[in-house]
């Protein structure tokens, strides 16, 4: 079954500066990644970022191999997997010394095959689905440490709050640092959490789900720096973003989004997060 592109955005956090997320579509299959932003402090393949470089990596994977690809998602994730932990191996200045160092990504993979649209999941990336009927579907959740990097965003912002513009002391930063640090070392091992990375074996761990459609239907793949709209500033519910994405257009959107980080609320004080701004990248998808 076909898949045809309506429209994608793929936007930096930082004007010019480099873009963590990754998107892409073969066969019948289209995806987008979201590199988690490195804790390293040095990058290990020799390029301005790690995260970039993996996400790019699984988009050259997954373009070579979906489209032969007859099995199973989670047999696809393995494979693509495996191309990304050999290329890192060729490719890296040098090995992690910790897992934190590790490049990883959040990720949301859908294949339309007839009457069904399987979904793979790892992290934050999600799908919004409505089919030819109007059914609606969500698939895409937050991972355990995704949801207590949010919490200590929360406390980040809430010290800069009370310190001013000046911002953390040193102390605090290397604090929150150490934090994610012990975060990050818990991934795609026993007893962890479970992202797309360096390990093959973390594709049997990945979320799976598959919607039996009418089509023609129409899916938005966000990642949560795009679904922010939705997810932390409220502004829209999911199936009203997405009509938004139909009516409006991604870069509309985008607009609003970087209105609401950059002008509305620049110090992350009315919601908490890291960053002013994430990189946000979405891509709308026809299901033929």
């Given amino acids: 079954m076909t898949i045809d592109v309506l429209d994608t955005i ?19 299959c289209a995806w987008v990644f979201d590199g988690a932003t490195g804790l390293g402090d040095t990058q290990l393949t020799g390029t301005a970022s790690d995260a970039a470089w993996l996400a790019q990596a699984g988009s050259a994977a997954l373009k070579a191999r979906a489209p032969s690809h007859r099995g199973p998602l989670t047999a696809l994730a ?3 997997l495996s191309d990304v932990s050999r290329r890192f191996d060729a490719e890296a200045d ?39 009927t109007g059914a ?3 698939f895409g959740s937050n991972e355990e440490s995704e949801s207590y990097e949010n919490n200590l965003a929360s406390r ?9 513009e000046s911002g953390a002391p ?18 795609n091992v026993s ?16 979320r799976t789900r598959s919607f039996p459609i009418t089509a023609p239907a129409i899916a938005l793949m966000m990642t949560d720096g795009f679904e922010a709209l939705a997810g932390d500033y409220g502004r829209y519910t999911e199936e009203a973003l997405l009509d938004a994405a139909l009516d409006r257009g ?7 989004l970087r209105h609401i980080e950059r002008e509305l609320d620049p110090e992350a004080h009315q919601f908490p997060r890291f960053k002013q701004s994430d990189d946000a990248t979405a891509m709308l998808v026809k299901l033929g």
């Fill in 136 to 138: 609606f579907h969500s």
């Fill in 191 to 206: 007893g962890g959490y479970w992202v797309f990375g360096l390990d093959p074996e973390a594709a049997e761990h990945a």
């Fill in 156 to 164: 980040f912002s809430e010290q800069r709050k009370t310190e001013g």
């Fill in 10 to 28: 793929h936007d930096p956090g930082k004007p010019g500066g480099p873009n963590d997320d990754d998107l892409g579509h073969a066969g019948n």
């Fill in 250 to 256: 991604l870069a509309s959107l985008k607009d609003e």
């Fill in 78 to 80: 393995e494979e693509v």
């Fill in 94 to 132: 040098r090995q992690p010394a910790e897992r934190f160092e590790r490049p990883t990504a959040s990720l949301i993979l859908i294949r339309h095959t007839g009457g069904v649209v399987d979904c793979l999941n790892f992290g934050d990336c999600k799908v919004l689905l409505r089919d030819g």
């Fill in 170 to 187: 040193d102390q605090h930063r290397s604090s929150i640092l150490d934090r994610l640090r012990k975060v990050r070392n818990r991934h």
